[in-house]
């Protein structure tokens, strides 16, 4: 059971950090590119934290499996 909520968190994670990412590649291939660059770079620095966020998660599920393993 615990395996199957650090999957599905990270999932969810990938899904935002996904949206973000996309936000901002919309918002690259925009004709006023330079304006909105603050908001571009703002977009892909949430997208990293998130995708980081999904990294981290399935480490712990590996981590969780490993203590349950060595019981």
Do not use: P, W
Not at 11 to 21: D, E, K, Q, S, T
Not at 43 to 67: P, Q
Request: proline fraction near 0%; include cysteine.
């Amino acid at each position: 059971m615990d395996q199957r909520k650090y999957i599905l968190g990270s999932v969810i994670f990938l899904l935002v950090g996904l949206y973000f990412a996309g936000i901002a590649g919309i918002q690259f291939m925009d004709e006023k590119v330079e304006e909105n660059m603050d908001i571009v770079f703002t977009n892909i620095a949430y997208s990293a934290l998130f995708f980081c966020i999904t990294v981290y998660m399935l480490h712990l599920k590996d981590e969780k499996l490993k203590r349950t393993d060595e019981k």
